[in-house]
């Protein structure tokens, strides 16, 4: 079990990502918000979840591909912006941001050889519309499920065998279905959905309810939110997550962290 005192080291670096990551977003004018446990966080504890051990992240698709031409100039020396193509031996589809002042080893990377960067980190994950049928939603959940089957062994994938070729070839299929964000391209109570790289959870949200955005407090700052983090939270968590779990339920991630300064 890690100390809290060690784990809110870790999340307070994290924390100056983030900070750093919203500088860049806003000098920039990339949307962003905050995703999944942090949300969570933002809702039920104006900060982190006590036991959360990461940052979640999602952005548009395309001030996500904008983000990424922008993020070696921009981003400082204290993180590594991880990419398949910047960590060669990363084997995920989405961004994350690694910090170069403190590691994590998650408990499915215990006991083996890893050599990927493994700063603490910031997960970001690319958004799309997609018009909101039936079809649609049957196509996205067997989507997800087959990226799953082909991902890389992680806390969401045990089971995975990685496949790049596959996947890549899946998500793609997804983003032929996005719609863009410009008003004249939504349909009617369009929905976003994750792009593929991040297939953990098949959750769709609608459109209205997610953009325009609006503000939360987050460890004491002020980030980007869906205008109805009730409605998020909703469609991602089966179970009424603003209630406080039982403590054997309250999940650490990660079996280690070390500080490098």
Not at 23 to 40: E, F
Not at 46 to 57: A, N, R
Not at 84 to 111: G, M, P, W
């Amino acid at each position: 079990m890690i100390e809290q005192e060690i784990l809110r080291k870790a999340q307070l670096i994290m924390l100056e990502m983030l900070i750093e990551f919203d500088a860049i977003c806003k000098k920039h004018q990339l949307h962003y918000w905050l995703d999944s446990g942090t949300l969570l966080g933002a809702v039920r504890h104006q900060g982190f979840i006590p036991w959360d051990d990461d940052i979640d992240l999602s952005m548009p698709v395309e001030d996500y591909n904008q983000f990424l031409k922008i993020a070696n100039s921009e981003l400082s020396s204290e993180i590594f912006l991880q990419t398949s193509q910047t960590d060669k031996k990363f084997k995920f589809d989405y961004i994350k941001l690694r910090s170069n002042k403190a590691s994590i080893v998650e408990f499915h990377e215990k006991d083996k050889q890893i050599k990927y960067h493994q700063g603490v980190f910031v997960d970001i994950f690319p958004m799309l519309t997609i018009e909101n049928t039936e079809e649609n939603k049957k196509l996205y959940d067997s989507t997800l499920k087959e990226i799953r089957d082909v991902s890389s062994t992680s806390l969401h994938t045990p089971n995975g065998k990685d496949d790049p070729v596959k996947r890549a070839s899946l998500i793609a299929s997804l983003k032929q279905k996005h719609q863009g964000w410009e008003p004249d391209k939504i349909k009617a109570k369009s929905k976003v959905i994750y792009g593929g790289e991040m297939p953990d959870v098949a959750a769709w949200f609608d459109i209205e309810e997610v953009f325009p955005l609006a503000t939360m407090e987050f460890e004491g700052h002020s980030f980007p939110v869906p205008n109805n983090s009730s409605h998020y939270l909703d469609a991602i968590y089966s179970f009424d997550c603003r209630q406080l779990p039982p403590k054997n339920k309250r999940i650490i991630h990660a079996h280690s962290i070390d500080f490098t300064r």
